[in-house]
């Protein structure tokens, strides 16, 4: 998945992904202790979705924290 396909997510359904990502991270860790995870790529690619996702959403907010700041210095 890439960073253009996932900035067009609104923020809750990022928010909805991350935590199915959180999820699937957890279940892929469980299968690699116990043996049965047979491409270990699989867990490396869910760490960077992860990361691209919680990027853009720290983007997001320091984008809102921008405006903030200088519509507070315009008045």
């Keep these: ?22 999820r699937q991270l957890f279940a892929l860790r469980r299968d690699e202790a116990s043996g049965r995870l047979a491409d270990t790529n699989q867990l490396r690619a ?16 320091l984008g809102a924290e921008l405006i903030e700041v200088e519509g507070g210095e315009a008045q």
Excluded: C, N
């Design 1 to 22: 998945m890439q960073a253009r396909e996932i900035r067009t997510w609104t923020t809750e359904e990022m928010q909805e992904r991350l935590d199915d990502a959180y």
């Design 46 to 61: 869910v760490k960077r979705h992860i990361a691209q996702m919680k990027t853009i959403l720290r983007e997001r907010e």
